[in-house]
């Protein structure tokens, strides 16, 4: 059992909508959660972290957590197509490993 | 924020040839830095963690006498493809986090990437 897991994707949003990434851990020991966002041959970029339940803002973006669920989440709102980008779910427990997701492609259809 | 910056970019090496890859983490001490693989359309493979004076620890499956990690300060990470073949082309990306007590202190900062085309 792998342990962040996301779907792969690809997910299309219309631009405007709102883009809905899901991730599940599998570590109920895991802490800190984090989504990267990924450009075609770039490198990741920090979007946001999370470390409490519930919700957690910050401009167009809105990451949920659920730890009795081991779920996590990312919301994008009034999606644009230069969101278009592959999105990285993470975990640690104790920041010397950290999982990731292999990643959830999104496209944003202007 | 946390910066990495890592060097070369990219680089074009004949096969045989060795090649080094740096990682600086510019404004904090990383104790702990990570060494990822990358191939198109795939997903990151955690090749390494190397940690500051000591050994790195090698993920399964990865050669650790062909890809060789010194870590000789705290700021300071480098990663030596030796013998390098076609099949190492990929994309090599590190990446770090402070390693104080912080908000932030589990936060990965990743490099630019290193892509590396072997001929």
């Known amino acids: 059992q792998k342990e962040v897991e996301q779907n792969s994707g690809p997910l299309s949003v219309p631009e405007g909508a709102i883009a809905s990434l899901n991730c599940t851990y599998s570590d109920r020991g895991s802490q800190s959660f984090f989504w990267y966002r990924q450009y075609s041959g770039k490198s990741p970029e920090l979007i946001m972290f999370i470390y409490s339940n519930g919700d957690k803002e910050d401009g167009r973006f809105t990451a949920q957590l659920n730890k009795a669920s081991q779920y996590v989440s990312l919301l994008i709102r009034d999606s644009q197509p230069s969101d278009s980008a592959t999105y990285l779910c993470a975990a640690t427990a104790t920041g010397n490993q950290f999982y990731f997701g292999t990643g959830t492609s999104l496209t944003v259809i202007p | 924020g946390a910066v990495v910056s890592q060097h070369p970019s990219w680089v074009i090496c004949k096969s045989g040839t060795s090649v080094k890859i740096e990682c600086r983490s510019l404004?904090?001490?990383?104790?702990?830095m990570f060494w990822y693989r990358q191939f198109p359309k795939q997903s990151l493979m955690l090749m390494a963690t190397s940690n500051e004076g000591s050994k790195a620890t090698y993920e399964q499956g990865v050669e650790k006498d062909k890809f060789l990690i010194n870590h000789a300060s705290l700021t300071l990470s480098t990663l030596t493809v030796t013998s390098a073949h076609p099949e190492d082309s990929s994309f090599y990306i590190c990446s770090a986090r402070p390693g104080t007590r912080s908000s932030g202190a589990n936060v990965l900062t990743f490099g630019a990437g290193s892509r590396l085309t072997v001929l």
């Open positions: 404004d904090f001490q990383a104790t702990t």
